[in-house]
């Protein structure tokens, strides 16, 4: 494999072409809902995530617009082309304001399984403790796989949910790591 070099993202390292070679693309077979007793449970749901190049500069020039505003974001680079990157929001908030949410986490298809998401999220998480967090806060992607990878990496369901995020995206499971 080729040499993975990881860097704080910044305007002079990242630009709205920095994701034009990234490849989000995910087929979904299944994900995870709560059913009448309020315990989740796997359903069928069928559909594939595939970002064309004017989602890819969407999320290019929405990492630069937060990173604007004092959220931080890193990125795994091959050969100087982005292959991963995670956005931390630098707002906090919860009952003692413990968190701070995790805005963006990827790592383009060719990518995965090769440990980049988890230096990703062990750097994101370092970063967020520095400034004073005691939990990352996920909206986390429903499906089989993406619920697989952050229990892996150790997340677990939000003790505290956030109403207003969870209203976003009403079939995302609402997912912390404590720092």
């Given at each position: 494999?080729?040499?993975?070099?990881?860097l704080l993202l910044?305007?002079?390292?990242?630009?709205?072409?920095?994701?034009d070679?990234?490849?989000?693309?995910q087929?979904?077979?299944?994900?995870?809902?709560?059913?009448s007793?309020?315990?989740?449970?796997?359903v069928?749901?069928e559909?594939v995530e595939d970002?064309?190049?004017?989602k890819?500069r969407?999320?290019a020039?929405?990492?630069?617009h937060k990173?604007?505003?004092?959220?931080f974001?890193?990125?795994a680079f091959?050969e100087e082309?982005v292959?991963g990157?995670?956005?931390?929001?630098?707002e906090f908030?919860?009952s003692?304001?413990q968190y701070?949410?995790?805005?963006?986490?990827q790592?383009?298809?060719?990518?995965r399984n090769?440990?980049?998401?988890?230096?990703?999220?062990k750097?994101?998480?370092?970063k967020?403790?520095?400034i004073?967090?005691k939990k990352?806060?996920?909206?986390?992607?429903?499906?089989k796989?993406?619920q697989?990878a952050?229990r892996?990496?150790?997340?677990i369901?939000?003790?505290?949910?956030?109403r207003v995020?969870?209203?976003?995206e009403?079939?995302d499971i609402?997912?912390?790591?404590?720092l």
């Open positions: 494999m080729k040499k993975i070099t990881y910044t305007e002079k390292n990242f630009n709205e072409d920095s994701l070679d990234f490849l989000r693309y087929e979904v077979k299944e994900c995870w809902r709560k059913n007793n309020n315990e989740y449970v796997l069928t749901n559909y970002w064309d190049l004017n890819r969407e999320i020039r929405e990492i630069l990173i604007s505003e004092k959220a974001a890193y990125g091959c082309k292959v990157f995670i956005l931390v929001s630098n908030f919860g003692s304001n701070v949410e995790l805005l963006l986490y790592v383009s298809e060719p990518y090769r440990g980049i998401g988890k230096e990703l999220f750097l994101a998480c370092k967020a403790k520095e004073g967090a990352l806060y996920i909206l986390a992607h429903s499906s796989e993406s697989a952050y892996r990496l150790g997340c369901e939000a003790t505290e949910i956030n995020l969870a209203e976003k009403p079939y609402q997912m912390e790591y404590v």
